[in-house]
């Protein structure tokens, strides 16, 4: 039985991380994967390609990470969307500076493509599962 990919958008400034990201969870088969490399873009992305995931970057220029997830939350496409931090400074302020901000997670950079492919099925499969109680 085959099952719908999930949809992941990767918002990051570096273009590099986020060829890398999505390589990564493209080999799986189970993910579509969108990028963005700027916060006005992400926005427009996140209400077009509706994802059921987003990994959002702390550091980018204009708007960073805080601020957009801030936005998606308060817009209803994306407002209950699961939204993971990148943070390239591990610890506990970063962390507890997105958990304020609407995150529902975070995953220090760089990442181990194991760690990345466990994040995304942490919230993922979770997605899986409820959508196989709605066909049942």
Known sequence: MSHAKKRILVVDDEPTITRLLKLNLEQTGDYEVA?????????????????????LDVMMPKMDGYELCDVL????????TPTVLLASK??????????MSGFNDAL????????LREMVGKYCSLLIEVDALEVA
């Open 108 to 115: 220090s950079k760089p990442m181990s493509p194991l760690a």
């Open 73 to 80: 939350r308060q817009n209803a496409p994306t407002a209950q």
């Open 90 to 99: 591990a610890g506990l302020l970063p962390n507890f500076k997105g958990m």
């Open 35 to 55: 990028t963005e490399n700027d916060s006005q873009a992400a926005l427009a992305t996140a209400k077009e390609f509706r994802p059921d995931l987003i990994l």
